[in-house]
Nanobody
Framework: QVQLVESGGGSVQAGGSLRLSCAASGFTVNQYCMGWFRQAPGKEHEAVAL????????YYGDSVKGRFTISQDNAKNTLHLQMNSLKPEDTAMYYCVANTRNGYCYISTVPFNYWGQGTQVTVSS
Protein backbone atom coordinates (compact mmCIF):
# COMPACT_ATOMS: atom_id res chain seq x y z
CA GLN A 1 0.00 0.00 0.00
CA VAL A 2 1.43 3.34 -1.07
CA GLN A 3 1.63 6.02 1.57
CA LEU A 4 3.30 9.43 1.77
CA VAL A 5 3.68 10.95 5.22
CA GLU A 6 4.95 14.51 5.53
CA SER A 7 6.53 16.15 8.53
CA GLY A 8 8.52 19.26 9.36
CA GLY A 9 6.09 22.08 8.74
CA GLY A 10 5.53 24.85 11.24
CA SER A 11 5.74 28.56 11.87
CA VAL A 12 8.87 30.61 11.32
CA GLN A 13 9.82 34.23 10.90
CA ALA A 14 10.87 35.63 7.57
CA GLY A 15 14.45 34.73 6.78
CA GLY A 16 14.24 31.49 8.71
CA SER A 17 14.51 27.91 7.56
CA LEU A 18 12.44 24.75 7.67
CA ARG A 19 13.06 21.23 6.43
CA LEU A 20 10.14 19.17 5.20
CA SER A 21 10.33 15.39 5.02
CA CYS A 22 8.18 12.88 3.19
CA ALA A 23 8.44 9.24 4.21
CA ALA A 24 7.32 6.94 1.41
CA SER A 25 6.10 3.38 1.72
CA GLY A 26 4.87 0.91 -0.88
CA PHE A 27 7.35 2.00 -3.55
CA THR A 28 10.97 3.10 -3.91
CA VAL A 29 11.47 6.86 -4.09
CA ASN A 30 14.29 6.79 -6.65
CA GLN A 31 12.18 4.94 -9.24
CA TYR A 32 9.61 7.69 -9.84
CA CYS A 33 9.25 11.44 -9.99
CA MET A 34 8.50 12.87 -6.59
CA GLY A 35 8.24 16.38 -5.39
CA TRP A 36 6.40 19.10 -3.55
CA PHE A 37 3.41 21.22 -4.48
CA ARG A 38 1.99 23.97 -2.34
CA GLN A 39 -1.34 25.71 -2.12
CA ALA A 40 -1.97 29.03 -0.45
CA PRO A 41 -5.51 30.06 0.54
CA GLY A 42 -7.52 31.09 -2.50
CA LYS A 43 -4.78 30.06 -4.93
CA GLU A 44 -4.14 27.08 -7.18
CA HIS A 45 -1.57 24.41 -6.53
CA GLU A 46 1.96 25.47 -7.44
CA ALA A 47 4.82 23.12 -8.27
CA VAL A 48 7.63 23.96 -5.84
CA ALA A 49 10.27 21.30 -6.50
CA LEU A 50 10.32 18.05 -8.46
CA UNK A 51 12.96 15.37 -8.93
CA UNK A 52 14.25 13.91 -11.11
CA UNK A 53 13.26 15.63 -14.34
CA UNK A 54 14.08 14.07 -17.68
CA UNK A 55 17.47 15.81 -17.56
CA UNK A 56 18.19 14.17 -14.23
CA UNK A 57 18.21 17.54 -12.50
CA UNK A 58 15.66 18.96 -10.09
CA TYR A 59 12.95 21.38 -11.15
CA TYR A 60 12.33 24.43 -8.99
CA GLY A 61 9.57 26.95 -9.32
CA ASP A 62 10.79 30.45 -10.13
CA SER A 63 9.67 31.78 -6.77
CA VAL A 64 11.86 29.34 -4.80
CA LYS A 65 14.98 29.04 -6.96
CA GLY A 66 18.13 29.56 -4.97
CA ARG A 67 16.31 29.17 -1.66
CA PHE A 68 14.84 25.66 -1.67
CA THR A 69 16.63 22.37 -2.22
CA ILE A 70 15.01 19.00 -2.89
CA SER A 71 16.84 15.80 -2.00
CA GLN A 72 16.29 12.08 -1.61
CA ASP A 73 17.51 9.77 1.13
CA ASN A 74 17.36 6.42 -0.60
CA ALA A 75 18.39 4.51 2.50
CA LYS A 76 15.37 5.87 4.37
CA ASN A 77 13.10 6.03 1.30
CA THR A 78 12.43 9.66 2.14
CA LEU A 79 12.18 12.92 0.23
CA HIS A 80 13.27 16.22 1.77
CA LEU A 81 12.73 19.87 1.01
CA GLN A 82 15.17 22.28 2.64
CA MET A 83 13.65 25.74 2.68
CA ASN A 84 15.93 28.68 3.45
CA SER A 85 15.41 32.44 3.43
CA LEU A 86 11.70 31.92 3.86
CA LYS A 87 9.33 34.72 2.91
CA PRO A 88 5.75 35.43 3.98
CA GLU A 89 4.64 34.52 0.45
CA ASP A 90 5.92 30.98 1.07
CA THR A 91 3.05 30.49 3.50
CA ALA A 92 0.97 27.57 2.23
CA MET A 93 0.03 23.95 2.71
CA TYR A 94 2.84 21.84 1.29
CA TYR A 95 2.09 18.46 -0.25
CA CYS A 96 4.46 15.62 -1.07
CA VAL A 97 3.55 13.96 -4.37
CA ALA A 98 4.58 10.94 -6.40
CA ASN A 99 3.90 9.91 -10.00
CA THR A 100 4.01 6.13 -10.14
CA ARG A 101 2.02 5.98 -13.39
CA ASN A 102 4.89 6.77 -15.74
CA GLY A 103 7.51 8.15 -13.37
CA TYR A 104 7.95 11.47 -15.16
CA CYS A 105 7.88 14.94 -13.65
CA TYR A 106 5.30 17.52 -14.69
CA ILE A 107 4.49 20.93 -13.27
CA SER A 108 0.81 19.99 -13.40
CA THR A 109 -0.86 18.22 -10.50
CA VAL A 110 -2.74 15.83 -12.80
CA PRO A 111 -0.09 13.13 -13.31
CA PHE A 112 0.68 12.77 -9.62
CA ASN A 113 -1.41 9.88 -8.39
CA TYR A 114 -0.23 9.85 -4.78
CA TRP A 115 -0.39 12.77 -2.35
CA GLY A 116 0.52 13.17 1.26
CA GLN A 117 -1.85 14.69 3.77
CA GLY A 118 -0.10 18.06 3.64
CA THR A 119 1.94 20.03 6.15
CA GLN A 120 1.37 23.71 6.91
CA VAL A 121 4.17 26.23 6.56
CA THR A 122 3.54 29.70 7.95
CA VAL A 123 6.07 32.50 7.56
CA SER A 124 5.52 35.70 9.48
CA SER A 125 7.03 39.06 8.61
Amino acid sequence: QVQLVESGGGSVQAGGSLRLSCAASGFTVNQYCMGWFRQAPGKEHEAVALYPTISGKPYYGDSVKGRFTISQDNAKNTLHLQMNSLKPEDTAMYYCVANTRNGYCYISTVPFNYWGQGTQVTVSS
